[in-house]
């Protein structure tokens, strides 16, 4: 029983056997857009129960499942990369990879809120690699609209088919029947990968397949997530160039070069991403809280990757980060410096995915979260504490539909449709500052007439004084304010001395830099205090900032904490946050806490803010 229809036909079930029961489409039928199951930003997620049942004389056994109805394809484009479409509507596949906890502690509420988090960030589809979570996870995803990428896992007995006999290839073919019997009615669920890193030799991809038909799997298949061509299936279409560390902003808008914005990166990205310092007074013993030397203190290096490996610690991203803004001498230093660069780092490579849409078909963030607390590879923290790539992302992506994007390669803005729906008689202004936050020019203003849904327009150069063009600012830098009318400005520091990526030196994992950009006027900004209030609203709460003073405050980041213990209300949905206040200006930010949260259904007075800015280094 169906939309509502009811189809039935008499079976016969001889004892100790099972049977497989197919019914056809026996009639042509009009399904709604509305009926259908579409990604969250392109339409609702709509479900449908679909019962079965089987009955025998006056037995009856049922069941009962909420479905959704909808088609997923994949095709090569003209340069072969991969482009999926739901529905027949392409989608630009923009993702994390998942990390599931370390100890399994991930209880339904967690999971719950890493889901929400991950759509509260712009984000539609979450990468499995081999780790396939519960059908809780998958369900959720379900009513969510989020995409679900799931497949075999790399550098495990799942790729050592060398050593595979037939016992294994056996056992491996019926795991993937369960996983396939499982998923196969989940809507979020749209690719099944049988490789990862590499793809399986064809005796063994040909028993995968074999699988799938048998168990009408539903969705395409991919043989890996890297660029490889099967003897079987042909060209994967996607690739898995890296990088897997630190590269500056511009990395990203090098189009046609390793994993910048061009084809499908299934995992890829800016790779360190240090704790927040209550991450780390949280994870590190306070004896190793900070030391002169602590991209070799062994208990910070125990916070990144495998010892044994090549991410054993931050040397690929301390040195950049004290070439970019100063020398660092102090753990506040360090880590409001490292929320800096993570934030610039992360909305570039989201922001030129998005502008470069279908040239580029699909990234996916290299991770989404980490299985302990970590300095590498996460948009937020274990703790659900959300740094400043976090809000990162939810700039490029998901704070509103229309966002104007700027290429630091040629200084060139575009506007960016996230959603599905057209727009008219969009404004749009660009502004130049100074670190005195002034303006350096009359503001550029300008109306888009039209930008169509999931659509791109560009605009060309940004009009007025270039930073490092005719204006050269003080201290070698600027700020670009960028807006949408109605929507909050999108903040960017410019140097007159850009990155140098040395391309020639480049490895699977990082470009390094020959010479970096220079953001050190920022040491010079002053001590800026800031005024905050509270205040409930029907959908939470309202917290306004206030920059009172002469002076630009760079980089404020804003938590709530619980009155009684003093700690951060978590999980919570923050509308933005590290922003950037110019003298005399005022932000309404808008938040609301998860029901799992301890603060949530708190009174204002229970609650308290509390704020830190890169102004604070001069406190």
């Known amino acids: 029983r169906f939309l509502p229809r009811n189809v039935s036909q008499a079976v016969h079930l001889p004892p100790n056997s099972t049977l497989l029961v197919q019914f056809a489409n026996s009639s042509s039928s009009t399904v709604a857009a509305a009926d259908l199951w579409w990604p969250w930003q392109m339409g609702p997620a709509t479900l449908h129960n679909l019962t079965c049942s ?114 294994e290839i056996e056992i491996a073919s019926q795991s993937l029947r369960s996983q396939v019997r499982r998923m196969r009615s989940f809507a979020s669920v749209f690719v099944f990968l049988l490789g990862s890193d590499e793809s399986p030799p064809a005796k063994v991809e040909l028993a995968y397949r074999s699988v799938l ?36 902003p511009a990395y990203w808008w090098y189009t046609g070069r390793l994993g910048a914005a061009f084809g499908f990166l299934t995992e890829g990205g ?13 994870a590190v013993p ?83 979260n980490s299985a302990t607390p970590s300095h590498i590879w996460h948009l937020y923290e274990p703790s659900l504490l959300p740094p400043a790539s976090f809000f990162a992302a939810r700039q490029a992506l998901g704070s509103a539909p229309l966002h104007l994007v700027h290429n630091p390669l040629n200084n060139t803005l575009t506007l960016v449709n996230t ?47 270039l930073c490092g063009g005719v204006i050269q600012p003080p201290h070698g830098m600027c700020l670009l304010r960028l807006q949408v009318a109605g929507g909050a400005p999108n903040d960017y520091w410019l140097s007159t001395a850009a990155d140098q990526l040395d391309w020639a030196a480049s490895t699977f994992y990082r470009t390094p830099c020959s010479h970096y950009a220079d953001y050190t006027g920022l040491q010079t900004l ?44 978590l999980p919570v949905l923050m509308s933005d946050n590290f922003v950037l206040l110019l003298p005399g200006e005022q932000r309404v930010l808008t938040l609301a806490f998860l029901p799992s949260s301890a603060c949530a259904g708190l009174r204002v007075e229970d609650l308290s803010v509390v704020y830190e800015s890169f102004n604070d280094l001069n406190c």
């Open 270 to 282: 800016p790779g360190e991403n240090p704790l927040t310092l209550q991450g780390i007074q949280a």
């Open 419 to 465: 959603g599905y729906a057209d727009h008219s008689a969009v404004a749009v202004q660009a502004a130049w500052y100074g670190l005195d936050g002034q303006l350096l020019a009359p503001a550029w203003h300008a109306t888009v007439p039209h930008i169509a849904g999931d659509g791109l327009v560009a605009l060309g150069q940004v009009a007025g004084p």
């Open 54 to 167: 089987f009955a025998m004389g006056d037995a009856v056994l049922s069941a009962t499942a909420p479905v959704g109805l909808r088609s997923v394809t994949s095709t090569l484009d003209a340069q072969g990369h991969r482009l999926f479409a739901v529905n027949d509507r392409r989608i630009l596949i923009q993702g994390g990879g998942w990390a599931p906890d370390l100890l399994m502690n991930n209880t339904e509420d967690n999971i719950l809120a890493q889901l929400l988090y991950t759509k509260h960030m712009g984000l539609n589809t979450v990468r499995f690699e081999g780790k396939l979570e519960s059908s809780f996870l998958f369900r959720k995803m379900d009513e969510l609209g989020l995409l679900a990428m799931v497949g075999w896992c790399c550098c495990d007995a799942w790729q050592h088919w060398d050593v595979w006999r037939a016992n």
């Open 286 to 368: 306070e004896a190793h809280w900070w030391s002169s030397n602590q991209s070799m203190d062994t208990v910070w290096s125990y916070h990144c990757g495998n010892d044994q490996g090549l991410f054993y610690n931050l040397r690929f991203f301390t040195p950049p980060l004290q070439a970019r803004y100063g020398v660092i001498d102090t753990l506040q230093q360090y880590t409001i410096k490292a929320q800096v660069m993570a934030y610039e780092v992360h909305r570039a490579m989201f922001e030129s995915y998005g502008a470069n849409k279908y040239n580029a078909t699909g990234l996916v963030q290299w991770m989404l």
């Open 213 to 248: 038909q048998e168990e009408h799997w539903p969705n395409p298949v991919l043989t890996a997530a890297s660029d490889r061509t099967s003897a079987v299936s042909g060209p994967t279409g996607v690739k898995m160039s890296g990088p897997y560390s630190f590269v500056p």
């Open 526 to 569: 002053p001590c800026q205090p800031l005024q905050t209030a509270l205040a409930a609203t029907a959908a939470g709460y309202a917290l306004t900032v206030h920059n009172p003073g002469p002076a630009l405050a760079f980089f404020v980041r804003l938590r709530v904490l619980q009155q009684a213990t003093q700690r951060d209300c």
